[in-house]
């Protein structure tokens, strides 16, 4: 029930996302850019939300437009997955310790999306991959998804492993978050009654 397929395509990309709320953190990621279905597959594997996506972009320029893209796609999905939010308990946060980094993340299902973005990384580059991206990508997830969003490193040397928390901290926030609340299965998780 809990399922949800995205297709975008535009002039620069082609995006195919599927999703299980309900899953156990299964991934098949393929995007042409390493580092970043790596990102993918730990959102996946901590928020046990089952991910298949495969995106085809406009690489010979830069990574940009794959990385937004796949954010957009992705958090259309996590609506349409979600639906009427009917159940679930809407909240979530984590507080993610990874060797040198820790990542605090507390986000909102809220419906009204806004980014607070704390993650300075000492280095421009993740290999190839431009640091900033990871910006962009939760910018994007966070606009469609309609996801109140804040995320802060709070320590942190290795901007490896500064993403990777993050990546890490946004999915066990997330699985919190959609997970359904036995307590008020059939309830709007809010006092107007809609979200």
Same mark, same amino acid.
């Given at each position: 029930?809990?399922?949800? $397929?995205?297709?975008?395509?535009?002039?620069?990309?082609?995006?195919?996302?599927?999703?299980?709320?309900?899953?156990? !953190?299964?991934?098949?990621?393929?995007?042409?850019?390493?580092?970043?279905?790596?990102?993918?597959?730990?959102?996946?594997?901590?928020?046990?939300?089952?991910?298949?996506?495969? &995106?085809? !972009?406009?690489?010979?320029?830069?990574?940009?437009?794959?990385?937004?893209?796949?954010?957009?796609?992705?958090?259309?999905?996590?609506?349409?997955?979600?639906?009427?939010?009917?159940?679930?308990?809407?909240?979530?946060?984590?507080?993610?310790?990874?060797?040198?980094?820790?990542?605090?993340?507390?986000?909102?299902?809220?419906?009204?999306?806004?980014?607070?973005?704390?993650?300075?990384?000492?280095?421009? $580059?993740?290999?190839?991959?431009?640091?900033?991206?990871?910006?962009?990508?939760?910018?994007?997830?966070?606009?469609?998804?309609?996801?109140?969003?804040?995320?802060?490193?709070?320590?942190?040397?290795?901007?490896?492993?500064?993403?990777?928390?993050?990546? $890490?901290?946004? &999915?066990?926030?997330?699985?919190?978050?959609?997970?359904?609340?036995?307590? $008020?299965?059939?309830?709007?998780?809010?006092?107007? !009654?809609?979200?």
């Amino acid at each position: 029930m809990r399922k949800a $397929k995205i297709e975008r395509a535009t002039s620069e990309t082609r995006i195919s996302v599927e999703i299980n709320l309900d899953g156990t !953190g299964s991934y098949d990621c393929k995007t042409g850019v390493g580092f970043f279905d790596h990102m993918l597959e730990q959102l996946a594997r901590h928020s046990l939300i089952d991910m298949t996506i495969r &995106a085809e !972009g406009d690489l010979h320029i830069d990574d940009h437009h794959t990385v937004e893209d796949t954010g957009i796609a992705l958090g259309q999905a996590l609506t349409q997955a979600i639906g009427d939010k009917r159940g679930i308990r809407r909240y979530g946060a984590c507080l993610l310790p990874m060797d040198d980094t820790l990542v605090r993340c507390a986000l909102d299902l809220s419906g009204r999306p806004y980014l607070v973005w704390n993650m300075d990384m000492p280095t421009q $580059k993740i290999g190839t991959f431009d640091t900033e991206l990871v910006r962009e990508f939760f910018q994007a997830l966070s606009t469609h998804g309609g996801v109140t969003l804040h995320v802060d490193a709070l320590h942190g040397i290795n901007s490896h492993h500064i993403a990777e928390a993050g990546f $890490k901290a946004v &999915a066990r926030a997330l699985r919190d978050a959609v997970e359904p609340d036995p307590r $008020k299965a059939d309830a709007i998780p809010s006092t107007k !009654g809609t979200l």
